[in-house]
C-alpha cells in the first residue's frame, strides 16, 4: 500500500488523508472532559427524568428483567437516541417483551409487545388482554393475536 500511495495515487492518498484526520480527532478526544458545570447539570436533568429503576418495586406485580435505557453506551458514544426503549418484565408464569416508540412530530407512543406463557411457551396465547400502566397516569390497553403479540397507538 505503501508504495501504491508513493507512485501518487491522488484518489487514494485522499482517502488516506481523511482517515489521518479522523484517528487524530479520536486520539484527542479520548482525553476530553466535559466541564464539571456540565456534568452537573446533565446529572440533575437525568435525576429528575424518572429514568431511574428500581429491579421489584413493591407497588408493581411484575419483575423489570432488561431495560434498554439501563444499558451503557458504547465507548465514544456521546449519545443515542431515545425514541426506542425495549423492556422485558416477568410475573411468573407470564413474561412480556415491550418495545415503546415515540411517534415523530408528537406525544403518542407506540406500545409493541409480546405474551408469553412460561409454563407453555410453545402455545401462543391469543385473545388475551393485556393492561400495562407507566404508574402516571398512562394506560394502555390491547388483545393479543394469534401469536401473543399486540401493538396499541397512545
Not at 406525544?107 to 409493541?112: E, G, K, M, W
Not at 385473545?127 to 394506560?139: E, F, I
Request: aromatic share 6%; proline share 4%; glycine share 6%.
Amino acid at each position: 500500500m505503501k508504495e501504491h500511495l508513493e507512485q501518487g495515487c491522488k484518489s487514494c492518498s485522499k482517502i488516506v488523508s481523511v482517515w489521518q484526520r479522523v484517528r487524530q480527532t479520536a486520539e484527542a478526544k479520548t482525553n476530553y472532559r466535559p466541564p464539571s458545570d456540565a456534568v452537573r447539570i446533565a446529572k440533575a436533568s437525568f435525576a429528575g427524568s424518572n429514568l431511574t429503576v428500581e429491579q421489584k418495586r413493591t407497588d408493581s406485580l411484575a419483575e423489570l428483567l432488561f431495560d434498554s435505557f439501563l444499558q451503557p453506551a458504547l465507548e465514544g458514544v456521546r449519545s443515542s437516541s431515545i425514541g426506542t426503549r425495549q423492556l422485558l418484565y416477568r410475573a411468573d408464569p407470564f413474561q412480556i417483551d415491550l418495545l415503546i416508540e415515540s411517534q415523530a412530530g408528537g406525544p403518542n407512543v407506540v406500545v409493541t409487545g409480546q405474551l408469553l406463557d412460561l409454563r407453555h411457551p410453545e402455545i401462543a396465547g391469543h385473545n388475551q388482554q393485556v393492561t400495562l400502566s407507566n404508574l402516571r397516569g398512562c394506560v394502555v390497553q390491547a388483545t393479543t393475536n394469534q401469536f401473543g403479540e399486540f401493538c396499541q397507538e397512545n
